[in-house]
Every structure is written in structure tokens, then in C-alpha cells.
Nanobody, 125 residues
Framework: QVQLVESGGGVVQAGGSLRLACGASGRSFSSYAMGWFRQAPGKEREFVAAMRSSATTLTYKDSVEGRFTISIDNVKHTLYLHMNNLKPEDTAVYYC??????????????????WGQGTQVTVSS
């Protein structure tokens, strides 16, 4: 079992920055692929960013590339999402997720086996 707890959400003005954190416990964190997804009201949960645990592969949703950065601290077992130049359309509940492996794309929700409870990000215009 893997337990994930997100933090760092909040309310920020457009153009501002936030850093989300996802603490993991229960299993070795360094063996997995990890990602961030988000869900806005009335919309499907969508991919935001993901990486292999070795950090050899990173991928981003087109609309966040260049503004968001995913990173991991394997010593602290914590995944981060650094978000800069935030826009109102980034408003959503953000979830971190961990994969035990699989053939699906890093961007596929079905790849991931464990999910956090989510943290709200609200960007005001």
C-alpha cells in the first residue's frame, strides 16, 4: 500500500506561483512512476505532468509546459509540482498519483494505482 498526501494548494492571483507537494509513505517511493492530475468542476480528471522515478522521462500537458515543473525528492519521499504564471483556467483540485508499472502512457489515468485526496488550487483573474 502507498499513502499519498497532497499539500500546498490555495488561492493565488493570475500570474502568481504555487508549489504543490505530495508526501508518500508505505512503500519505497523511488521505484515508481509518479504524476499530477487535476479536475475542474464539471470536467473529467485530466493529466498535468508525470515522470518516471529515474527522472529519465518527464511529460507535461501542452498548456502547462514551460510554466509547471514536476520534480521529486527521493530522500524525503516527496513529489512536487512547481506552478508559475498561473492562469484562471488552472483552477482545479490537483491530485498526485503513483504507478506500480504498466504498459500505458504516463498520461493515462489507468496507469496509476494510488491517488491522493487532492488539494484545491484557485487562480483569480
Amino acid at each position: 500500500q502507498v499513502q499519498l498526501v497532497e499539500s500546498g494548494g490555495g488561492v493565488v492571483q493570475a500570474g502568481g506561483s504555487l508549489r504543490l507537494a505530495c508526501g508518500a509513505s508505505g512503500r519505497s517511493f523511488s521505484s515508481y512512476a509518479m504524476g499530477w492530475f487535476r479536475q475542474a468542476p464539471g470536467k473529467e480528471r485530466e493529466f498535468v505532468a508525470a515522470m518516471r522515478s529515474s527522472a529519465t522521462t518527464l511529460t507535461y500537458k501542452d498548456s502547462v509546459e514551460g510554466r509547471f515543473t514536476i520534480s521529486i525528492d527521493n530522500v524525503k519521499h516527496t513529489l512536487y509540482l512547481h506552478m508559475n504564471n498561473l492562469k484562471p483556467e488552472d483552477t482545479a483540485v490537483y491530485y498526485c498519483a503513483v504507478s506500480l508499472g504498466g504498459a500505458e502512457s504516463l498520461q493515462a489515468r489507468s496507469l496509476y494505482h494510488y491517488w491522493g485526496q487532492g488539494t484545491q488550487v484557485t487562480v483569480s483573474s
